[in-house]
């Protein structure tokens, strides 16, 4: 089934295989658009702030949008006790990180940007995701098979280490992967 909003040409403004492949499975079709952006915060920013605004940051760091076209832009944090866990920057890093969530609750934040010629949205969208205890032998194997340093919060709850971690997840499972769909396709045909 194709997504009934055929007056945009969409532009997906993101790297990332997850939220092409989540597009596709919601039936939109779409050009892909990779962008270079520095991920600068403001130090008094508030973590409930900071997945939206570096969404609409992506979003401006493009080049305005032609009359038919609809730029989709997306920012994922995960939230521990008040502290945003970012991608890791290597191995050693993703195991502090998933040794930190491992037996807690956090939230993950997906902030999305939706910018047309004469229009703009955005908005964030959180679900809350708690692990089991893990195992080091456990976090050490995932990071070592799945090189997740492109996953915020050390990650991918469609892997492995969700299959065998996760205990309750409350609210979007799909914001977990980067991109909340429900809450975008209703975004999508405010448009």
Same mark, same amino acid.
Request: proline share 3%; charged share 30%; hydrophobic share 35%.
């Given at each position: 089934?194709?997504?009934? =909003?055929?007056?945009? $040409? &969409?532009? #997906?403004?993101?790297?990332? +295989?997850?939220?092409?492949? %989540?597009?596709? /499975?919601l039936?939109?079709t &779409? ?8 991920? %600068? #915060?403001?130090? /008094?920013?508030?973590?409930d ?18 009359? *038919?076209?609809l ?9 521990? $006790? ?15 990180? =998933? ?31 708690? &692990?089991?205890? =893990? ?13 997740p %340093? ?8 469609? /892997? ?14 799909? *914001?977990?992967?980067? #991109? +909340?769909?429900?809450? #975008? ?7």
């Amino acid at each position: 089934m194709t997504l009934v =909003l055929n007056s945009f $040409n &969409f532009i #997906l403004a993101s790297k990332s +295989p997850r939220r092409q492949q %989540l597009l596709k /499975e919601l039936g939109l079709t &779409f050009e892909i658009a990779t962008i270079e952006h520095d991920e %600068l #915060l403001q130090d /008094e920013m508030h973590p409930d702030e900071v997945a939206e605004h570096l969404a609409v940051e992506k979003s401006h760091s493009m080049k305005d949008p032609k009359e *038919n076209e609809l730029i989709i832009t997306a920012d994922t944090i995960v939230v521990l $006790n008040g502290e945003i866990l970012h991608k890791p920057k290597d191995e050693k890093e993703a195991i502090e990180m =998933l040794g930190k969530l491992s037996g807690d609750s956090h939230r993950v934040d997906t902030g999305v940007c939706l910018r047309s010629k004469h229009k703009e949205i955005s908005f964030t969208e959180s679900t809350m995701v708690t &692990f089991r205890t =893990l195992e080091d032998k456990e976090i050490k194997q995932y990071v070592q098979q799945y090189k997740p %340093l492109d996953k915020a919060g050390a990650y991918g709850i469609q /892997e492995w280490i969700g299959y065998i971690g996760v205990e309750r997840i409350e609210g979007c499972y799909y *914001n977990v992967m980067g #991109l +909340p769909l429900s809450r #975008l396709y209703s975004a999508l045909k405010s448009f």
